[in-house]
Nanobody, 114 residues
Framework: VQLVESGGGLVQTGGSLRLSCEAT????????MGWYRQAPGKEREMVAV???????RIAEGVRGRFTIAGDFAKNMVYLQMNNLKPEDTAVYYC?????????WGQGTQVTVSS
C-alpha cells in the first residue's frame, strides 16, 4: 500500500492550497483517510479525517478554513486549505488505516509566508 500526496507549496498569508492523496496497492477495508501535519520542533497533529460515510473531524485550529473531502471509490482524499496563516507551515501527511495497519504518505511541504 502506498499513499502519495501532492499539492503542497509556498503561498502567502491568506492564500489557498489544495492537497490531494491517492492510496494505491492492495487496498481493503479503508476505515478512514485523513491529514496530519508536523511543524519543525513540534509533534505531529491531526488536521482532518473523513470516513467512507462522510463523517469528518476537523482540528479546532483550522475549522472554518480547511475542508476535507474523500472519494473512497477512487481511494482519494483532499484537503482544501483557505485563508492560510504562517502557523499552518508544516509537512502535511496523508494517513489511512487499512486492514488494521496505519499507512502514511511521504509528506508534502506547505509553507505560508507572512
Amino acid at each position: 500500500v502506498q499513499l502519495v500526496e501532492s499539492g503542497g507549496g509556498l503561498v502567502q498569508t491568506g492564500g489557498s492550497l489544495r492537497l490531494s492523496c491517492e492510496a494505491t496497492g492492495n487496498i481493503d477495508n479503508i476505515l478512514a483517510m485523513g491529514w496530519y501535519r508536523q511543524a519543525p520542533g513540534k509533534e505531529r497533529e491531526m488536521v482532518a479525517v473523513i470516513s467512507p460515510s462522510g463523517e469528518t473531524r476537523i482540528a479546532e485550529g483550522v475549522r472554518g478554513r480547511f475542508t476535507i473531502a474523500g472519494d473512497f471509490a477512487k481511494n482519494m482524499v483532499y484537503l482544501q486549505m483557505n485563508n492560510l496563516k504562517p502557523e499552518d507551515t508544516a509537512v502535511y501527511y496523508c494517513a489511512a488505516p487499512i486492514a488494521g495497519v496505519a499507512h502514511w504518505g511521504q509528506g508534502t511541504q506547505v509553507t505560508v509566508s507572512s
